[in-house]
């Protein structure tokens, strides 16, 4: 069986602060790939980005930065100097050896002036 | 990149009457889309996946009857949601698998059962 734990339901910062959402994991499948997307208020699920089991590089995209930890089974995202604009609910999900994704009860994200 | 378009984007309906909601794949094809059901401040629960050209694969405890799913071409899957009532209200998401591992997401559709 798959599980995916966001442990933190809410986290309020203020602009510019970093924020860093956990992720852990549980999977018995030697291959599988890690997910985050982001959900503003309008509802649709936008791809930040997919990570494969064999891959522990960490990964910079401007201002997002993800930390994947094997050892920890770990995949977690941080934002720096975050933006009003961020401000969302964040999942992180998990695809094992089937076809189904298995989504975190993600973290609702509140960024303020 | 890989759209996919799901619609209506919200529907009102009476007590027992039928919804039905699109989803399309409208740059590639998609062998398998899935169905996930969400409910306010919780997370997405899949509801089905949908197999082009066979039976949908239903999570334990959603109903076939209930939700029918049709996926009759490698770029359109169709979930009706049958003899509605208000406890179906939910936010209902659709995605589609383009390769090996990517998923896209519909923009979801919101239902309220009046």
């Known amino acids: 069986a798959q599980k995916v734990t966001q442990a933190q339901t809410e986290i309020s910062v203020v602009e510019k602060e970093d924020v860093t959402l956990d992720c852990v994991y549980e999977?018995?499948?030697?291959?599988?790939?890690l997910f985050w997307y982001k959900q503003p208020p309008s509802g649709e699920l936008v791809f930040l980005i997919r990570?494969?089991?064999?891959?522990?590089q960490n990964e910079i995209s401007g201002r997002y930065s993800w930390n994947f930890q094997k050892s920890t089974s770990s995949f977690n995202f941080t934002i720096t100097a975050s933006q009003v604009v961020d401000s969302a609910v964040y999942f992180c999900?998990?695809?094992?050896?089937?076809?189904?994704?298995?989504f975190g009860t993600g973290t609702q994200l509140k960024v303020e002036l | 990149g890989a759209v996919v378009s799901q619609h209506p984007s919200w529907v009102i309906c009476k007590s027992g009457t039928s919804v039905k909601i699109e989803c399309r794949s409208l740059d590639f094809q998609a062998t398998t889309m899935f169905w996930y059901r969400q409910f306010p401040k919780q997370s997405l629960m899949l509801m089905a996946t949908?197999?082009?050209?066979?039976?949908?694969?239903?999570e334990q405890g959603v109903e076939k009857d209930k939700f029918l799913i049709n996926h009759a071409s490698l770029t359109l899957s169709t979930l009706t949601v049958t003899s509605a009532h208000p406890e179906d209200s939910s936010f209902y998401i659709c995605?589609?698998?383009?390769?090996?591992?990517?998923?896209?997401f519909g923009s979801g559709t919101r239902l309220t059962v009046v």
């Open positions: 990570r494969n089991s064999f891959d522990e």
């Open positions: 995605s589609a698998r383009q390769d090996n591992y990517g998923y896209t």
């Open positions: 949908s197999n082009e050209g066979s039976k949908a694969t239903y």
């Open positions: 999977t018995r499948d030697t291959t599988y790939y």
């Open positions: 999900a998990l695809r094992g050896g089937g076809n189904k994704l298995t």
